[in-house]
């Protein structure tokens, strides 16, 4: 079984700056690829970014060149980094882990991972 934790949401103005962690419990953290997912009311769940055991990424069209995903395996942690924010990123933001022994495969799909966070919100003023 695997917990995770998000932490890093909050208010911020059109423009800043917020960064997300996520913790996450178990042994095998490097062996998972993990994602961010957001969801605003009204709206399906998206992938914002993904991270594959390889650390290799993957991002939404919506949020290259802003935000960066990345992991700390040592730490257990899982990050986002959200830069030039937009009112329009205003969402939950969720992670979440897909527990698999392959590294070549980017899991785009909110139904292909396994365990889930209880997301935390971001919400970026006009």
């Known amino acids: 079984q695997v917990q995770l934790v998000e932490s890093g949401g909050g208010l911020v103005q059109a423009g800043g700056s917020l960064r997300l962690s996520c913790a996450a419990s178990?042994?095998?953290?490097?062996?998972?690829?993990m994602g961010w997912f957001r969801q605003a009311p009204g709206k399906e769940r998206e992938l914002v970014a993904l991270i594959t055991s390889g650390s290799t990424t993957r991002y939404a069209d919506s949020v290259k060149g802003r935000f960066t995903i990345s992991r700390d395996n040592a730490k257990n942690t899982l990050y986002l980094q959200m830069n030039s924010l937009k009112p329009e990123d205003t969402a939950g933001y969720f992670c979440a882990a897909k527990v698999t022994v392959t590294t070549s495969i980017y899991y785009r799909a909110w139904t292909d991972y396994d365990y889930w966070g209880q997301g935390t919100q971001v919400t970026v003023s006009s």
């Open positions: 178990g042994r095998r953290f490097s062996n998972y690829a």
